[in-house]
């Protein structure tokens, strides 16, 4: 057994400095010529309970480390090792430990690792050298061949310590002991899995003598005049070279040039050279000015708009361990899907990843490692950041940010951290980047009063106040007023959803102020899991946690992406294509470039099925220019529906996609839907034990539907619920909208339906019921009205509230069982799902897919996979078409089944596919963290009626 001791050798765990023995924060960088060894790979490693249960023998050279285990290095303990070394916690905003600052509790996982490493043969003998550590959580203490080099803090910030005088040619030692909690846990409460380790690179740099040291690269860009002026600030002198631009100077002295300038539209970067005495280093430079003017944030002289995410690094078998071909994965799904910018949320991220943002373009917002949101409980006392005894550590963590990104021209604002209140501490950072970098913004989301801030931020703003924000009507300090406003966090992506966007996005383009917004979040932090598919909070068996609330990105842990990212996609597209009568309205709405990049095709569709197609040529429209543009003379479409399509694309390979991909999109209809016309000519027929009417036969009894034609149809009967969403589940403290708990409160998941009558026409087979949960008095009169011509059946649903409705309805349609059913046809919205308030992306045309191909995974299973706008369906042997246009989904089990699943492995596939045709359904909203839908996305339940003709297909 092991007691905590009154020895200090412990105590810097829990100790609120940053650390000991770290060299200055510098810019990360790759040398050209100057050695490096990664000392990445397989690691010893001895986990302990406590942070002191073992003393610092193992630090010796000669330690026999032999019976220790391995991890992998970078990498998180807790995702290796099968669950021998501790599992992974998810929390929200909640200190997954007593709230007792800056003590942490004594049952600290802390991992011994070793490493033992020769100097390549190569390794030059003179000169020093640095041993770098990327990232580390939460709390690290190093010895190299026995020596005590200094502890850290600071997980995602990169550390350096000299070792030169320590190194030998051969069997160094290099032990780390990394603590899962610290005083520096406290000001890394992000909204993420708590995951110890060494979890980025170790790296040993060689530092020649007379080698760059640090350097801060300034281009700005003067757009009036077209021209770049570089100056590079060295801490050793030296020249900049800049082959190119025919640039050869002293480092401290500035040079203009003719340049082109780098926007995340076009990113042109110049190859560079600091070169000195002892060493050179690429550089890679951007010119660009960004500046606040006129309340405005603009880049070059133009205002910019984001169309943004925030991105936390995730990777769903490593955690926060990327490497680098996944880290653009994630860049090029960005470009691909029209988003121009990231908010690094919540720390600085690997700084390969801003290579890529430079490279690529994207705007950057960079985050430092900070966010105290679990002082939230005790109403912010004790808040670090309003404690002087901790603002060394945030001014640490401020320039381990800044120093080392600050040569990245894709960042254009430094962001102090995320949810940490208002603190002196905090305004010690703005200040001190404020002076360390005067040629950036300062971004912080938690005060809103803008005291040290240079952009109105929020998060989760609902619409209505956000156009009041547009307006300049929302009041606020005299310097907020001034300043523009962004979204840093709207549009939570959590499940099914985000609904609303295109309703955002039309705000921000309308006012000026309004200058974007990045989507929550880019990916969800599903962990692999040998069970249950992908793991979240709770499946670890932690104490406390958040469940699934982890689980709300854009794309899928797998990095599929979600119909989220398709819906903003198109809601950003950066070229709005609409118009009517045979006239398309080609609008640019990117802020830099014009037109000349890209490609215009039309098609012209009859029922869905393209049967002219040819290129349009569209001029090269400046930014927030229109044209509108003559389509051909409209082919003959007699009887039928006919539509334009007109789609914007890459002209030409870029470095992000190929030629031919599609940018924007655009359907323009040519005439309306064509409705299914029935005549009521067969006359329904009572049989022994059936009647029959058409094709199809009913329960002589119940007048439930039982087949058409050799199709057996278990009865088709009105259906009012879904498997509730994340978003309506809702939050309390958010929105306060949890249609889940309201709609299940008054037992909409359990109609009962009773038989009113069964009554048979001349022309028609009736059916009254009346639909109502248990113990209330609401309910829904529903009369089913059948009629034939001989071959095809019409169904009209007649729906009349009866008694006091006070909420709106889930979804509002029919559902019917089919025992046979796979590949799926249709006309109508597609190809993938859609609902009120999340249906831009979706394209009217011809589709299919197999009913599994419907499914849309969501870790946590909900309602899922509509198809909108439906003309018609053919699946199981039956065609059926809407009247009006309808929307399906269609299942290997129950929404009742869907409902109760926990994880997708819950899910198995029955003998019946479940088919629900719909009329309506309730807009998906935003409120598991923001706002519900809309009030013109609700269902209400109103008097409704809705047809279908159902026929078999031969
Ligand atoms: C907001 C957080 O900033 C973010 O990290 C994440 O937790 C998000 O919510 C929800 O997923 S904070 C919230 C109180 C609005």
Redo the contacts with the bound molecule.
């Keep these: 057994m092991s007691f905590r001791t009154t020895s200090s050798a412990f105590d810097y765990v829990e100790d609120v400095s940053p650390g000991s023995g770290a060299l200055p924060p510098r810019a990360w960088y790759a040398s050209s010529d100057a050695k490096a060894l990664s000392l990445d790979g397989a690691w010893r490693f001895r986990l302990s309970a406590t942070a002191d249960a073992e003393d610092d023998s193992f630090a010796e050279e000669g330690y026999d480390a032999a019976g220790w285990a391995e991890v992998t290095v970078p990498g998180h303990w807790v995702l290796q090792g099968d669950g021998a070394f501790g599992l992974p916690i998810y929390t929200?905003?909640l200190y997954p430990f007593p709230v007792d600052p800056p003590h942490v509790p004594t049952e600290n996982p802390t991992g011994d690792h070793l490493r033992v490493f020769d100097l390549p043969e190569d390794w030059p003998a003179d000169g020093g050298a640095v041993i770098r550590f990327d990232g580390v959580e939460s709390c690290a203490r190093v010895w190299l061949n026995g020596t005590d080099i200094g502890e850290f803090k600071g997980s995602r910030l990169a550390h350096e310590f000299a070792v030169g005088h320590l190194l030998k040619p051969k069997g160094n030692v290099l032990a780390v002991r990394v603590h899962q909690w610290s005083a520096g846990s406290y000001l890394e409460d992000?909204?993420q899995w708590w995951l110890p380790g060494i979890f980025r690179e170790v790296t040993l740099l060689h530092r020649p003598a007379g080698g760059v040291l640090d350097f801060f690269v300034h281009a700005s860009y003067d757009h009036l005049t077209g021209e770049g002026t570089l100056r590079v600030d060295s801490d050793v002198d030296g020249r900049v070279l800049v082959p190119a631009l025919d640039i050869d100077v002293a480092t401290g002295e500035s040079v203009t040039a003719l340049v082109a300038p780098w926007s995340a539209e076009s990113p042109r970067l110049y190859d560079g050279e600091l070169v000195t005495e002892g060493e050179r280093v690429p550089l890679r430079i951007g010119f660009r000015t960004v500046v606040l003017e006129d309340g405005l944030i603009k880049v070059n002289g133009k205002a910019v708009l984001f169309k943004g995410v925030n991105r936390h690094e995730w990777h769903p078998e490593k955690g926060r361990t990327l490497d680098l071909a996944t880290m653009r994965e994630d860049v090029l799904l960005m470009k691909r899907h029209n988003i121009n910018a990231v908010r690094t949320?919540?720390y600085p991220p690997h700084p390969a990843f801003l290579d890529l943002c430079d490279e690529y373009g994207l705007w950057v917002i960079d985050e430092c490692d900070l966010e105290t949101?679990g002082f939230t409980e005790q109403d912010w006392r004790d808040n670090p950041v309003d404690d002087d005894r901790w603002t060394p550590a945030l001014l640490d963590r401020a320039a381990r940010m800044v120093e080392r990104d600050k040569n990245h021209p894709s960042i254009v604002f430094w962001s102090l951290g995320?949810?940490a209140g208002t603190g002196r501490g905090l305004t010690a950072m703005a200040e001190w980047i404020h002076g360390r970098d005067p040629e950036r913004l300062v971004h912080y989301e938690g005060d809103w009063n803008c005291r040290d801030t240079d952009v109105y931020s929020r998060?989760?703003a609902f619409h209505g106040e956000v156009e009041q924000i547009g307006k300049r009507l929302d009041g606020g300090t005299q310097g907020r007023r001034e300043l523009p406003f962004i979204q840093c966090?709207y549009g939570?992506a959590m499940g099914n959803g985000p609904g609303g966007l295109a309703d955002y996005q039309e705000l921000f383009e309308k006012y000026d102020r309004l200058q974007g917004g990045f989507i929550?979040?880019w990916i969800d932090h599903g962990v692999q899991h040998p069970e249950l598919g992908y793991a979240y909070g709770g499946d670890f068996g932690e104490e406390l946690h958040d469940g699934n609330?982890v689980c709300?990105g854009l794309i899928f842990p797998d990095r599929t992406p979600s119909p989220g990212l398709i819906e903003y996609k198109k809601v950003i597209e950066p070229v709005r294509i609409e118009g009517a009568d045979g006239t398309v309205r080609v609008t640019n709405k990117y802020d830099f470039a014009d037109l000349s990049q890209l490609a215009f095709e039309w098609s012209y569709q009859v029922d869905g099925e393209t049967v002219e197609a040819g290129t349009l040529a569209v001029p090269a429209l400046a930014p927030g220019e229109s044209a509108d543009l003559k389509l051909p003379e409209s082919p003959a479409h007699e009887g039928a529906e006919a539509q334009w399509t007109v789609r914007a694309l890459l002209a030409s390979d870029t470095a992000w996609a190929e030629k031919g991909h599609v940018v924007a999109w655009g359907q323009l209809p040519a005439s309306s839907p064509v409705r299914p016309s029935v005549a009521a000519t067969d006359r329904p027929v009572r049989g022994e034990r059936l009647i029959t009417l058409g094709p199809a036969s009913f329960d002589g009894r119940t007048g439930a539907l039982k087949a058409i034609g050799g199709v057996a149809v278990e009865s088709p009967r009105l259906d009012v619920w879904r498997a509730t969403t994340d978003n309506d589940e809702g939050t309390e403290?958010?929105s306060g909208i949890q249609y889940s708990a309201l709609w299940r409160t008054l037992g909409l998941h359990r109609m009962r339906h009773r038989l009113g009558a069964v009554e048979l026409d001349e022309d028609a087979l009736t059916v009254r019921t009346r639909v109502a949960p248990a113990a209330r008095e609401v309910g829904l009169n529903v009369v089913y009205r059948w009629t034939s011509d001989g071959s095809r059946l019409r169904l009209t649903v007649s729906v009349g509230p009866d008694g006091e409705w006070t909420q709106p309805l889930p979804r509002l349609g029919i559902r019917l069982g089919l025992s046979e059913a796979d590949q799926v046809r249709w006309f109508g919205g597609g190809p993938g799902e859609a609902y009120p308030d999340t249906r831009k992306a979706s394209m009217v045309g011809r589709w299919d897919a197999t009913v599994d191909e419907l499914q849309t995974p969501y870790l946590r299973p909900q309602e899922n996979g509509a198809r909108a706008d439906v003309r018609w369906v053919e699946l199981g042997g039956l065609r059926i078409e809407g009247d009006p246009e309808f929307s399906f989904t269609a299942r290997r089990w129950t929404t009742e089944q869907l409902d109760a699943a926990t994880h997708l492995t819950d899910l198995r596939a029955g003998d019946t596919v479940w088919v629900n045709l719909d009329h309506g359904h309730h807009g998906v909203g935003s409120q598991s963290?923001g706002p519900g839908p809309l009030p013109q996305y609700h269902l209400r339940a109103e008097p409704a009626a809705f047809s279908f003709v159902f026929s078999v297909i031969d």
């Design positions: 929200n905003h992000q909204d949320s919540h949101h995320n949810e998060m989760y966090e939570h929550w979040e609330f709300d403290w958010n963290c």
